[in-house]
């Protein structure tokens, strides 16, 4: 039985609270460990819409988000932190995008909707901190950079935090099946783009990368407005991640 943790007598006050909009489960579960073991407090959303109505209820230093989400994506929520009539938002907060868009004019779309930094997925403590930090530069207590990756490292081996990882990416599996198959059914392009989006997220973060690269196709075709190319690449991934869920239950 593992024993209880207590906090230290004088814990270090948190170095700034963090607003995450982001959609993704796994995506979720790593961005927390990372700021967690670098000293923030954060709470979580899932798209544009709660942003809007976390910034209404409380105080934020920063905002970390996601481009591509599900009722308001990141690009109009940002223009409306930005154009705010509301007296309780700031439209000063620092927005940094953490995205796995990375092409020029993707980025270029960040800036242009008010974003001031970008960070691509996947990133580590070592690409995600210092631009927090310069952002949040009057904090005080900040460990050094060159200390973060050993941080993570220990973090993720130390409590079994990847293996809860994996079991989380697994579970996701069915959802994802069932959610191609209903967009190659409909035709819907948009739909596949964005599916093959989130999940090259998790499978980035993962390093699974023969996943990675199939979700890349599949994310590309469909953007491309290429419907039958992206259904072949959608069928060739549900193919691959029925085998997987097969391993998975063994």
């Known amino acids: 039985m593992n024993s ?38 954060m ?20 905002i970390l988000m996601d481009c591509l989400m599900p009722r308001m994506n990141g690009f109009d929520a940002t223009r409306a932190v930005r154009s705010a009539d509301s007296t309780r938002i700031n439209p000063e907060i620092p927005v940094i995008a953490m995205t796995g868009l990375k092409d020029v004019v993707d980025q270029q779309r960040c800036l ?31 460990e050094s950079v060159s ?15 990847l293996d809860s990882v994996i ?29 093959a989006h989130r999940f090259r997220g998790a499978t980035d973060i993962l390093d699974a990368s023969g996943l990675s690269a199939r979700s890349k196709v599949l994310e590309q075709a469909a953007k491309n407005g290429n419907f039958q190319l992206a259904a072949t690449y959608a069928a060739e991934l549900i193919e691959e991640l029925k085998k997987l869920s097969s391993l998975s239950r063994e």
């Open 43 to 62: 709470d979580l959303v899932v798209d544009g819409l709660e942003v809007i109505k976390a910034l209404e209820s409380r105080h934020y230093d920063l």
């Open 4 to 41: 209880v943790k207590h906090p230290p007598d004088n814990p270090k006050p948190a170095l700034g609270h963090i607003l995450v909009a982001e959609d993704d489960i796994v995506s979720q579960m790593v961005v927390k460990k990372m700021l967690n073991e670098a000293g923030y407090t």
């Open 167 to 195: 079991d989380e990416f697994l579970q996701q599996v069915p959802e994802v099946i069932g959610d191609l198959q209903q967009a190659v059914d409909r035709g819907d392009t948009v739909k596949l783009r964005n599916v």
């Open 147 to 161: 200390d973060y990756d050993e941080i993570q490292t220990q973090a993720i081996r130390d409590d079994g935090f």
């Open 112 to 142: 242009d909707a008010g974003m001031q930094s970008v960070i691509n997925k996947p990133f580590n403590l070592q690409t995600l901190i210092p631009v927090i930090q310069q952002f949040l530069a009057g904090n005080e207590n900040t």
